[in-house]
Nanobody
Framework: QVQLVESGGGMVQAGGSLRLSCAAS????????MGWFRQAPGKERGFVAA????????DYTDSVKGRFTISRDSTKNTIYLQMNDLKPEDTAVYYC???????????????WGQGTQVTVSS
């Protein structure tokens, strides 16, 4: 079993920055791709970013390209999502997830965190 705990959410004004963290426990994530998803009120949970188990390959949804950066620190069993130039439409609950094998945009990840709220005011 893998437990994922997100942190770093909060409230920020448009144009500001936040860095989300996702700490894993239970086992190391060396063979797992990691992803960030978000869910705004009344909307389905959607893909934001993902990173391969090696950290070499990343993928982003178009709306966050150039503003968000996903990274991982294998020594800390933690992944991050650096979010810059935040916009009100980025407001959502952000979830990290772990998937054995290759990274994907689909939600067929094996483990999920409980989510952290990000609110961007205009």
């Amino acid at each position: 079993q893998v437990q994922l705990v997100e942190s770093g959410g909060g409230m920020v004004q448009a144009g500001g920055s936040l860095r989300l963290s996702c700490a894993a426990s239970g086992r190391t994530l060396g063979d797992y791709a990691m992803g960030w998803f978000r869910q705004a009120p009344g909307k389905e949970r959607g893909f934001v970013a993902a990173i391969s188990w090696s950290g070499v390959t990343t993928d982003y949804t178009d709306s966050v390209k150039g503003r968000f950066t996903i990274s991982r620190d294998s020594t800390k069993n933690t992944i991050y999502l650096q979010m810059n130039d935040l916009k009100p439409e980025d407001t959502a609950v952000y979830y990290c997830a772990a998937r054995y094998g290759r990274l994907r945009r689909l939600k067929d990840y094996d483990y999920w965190g409980q989510g952290t709220q990000v609110t961007v005011s205009s």
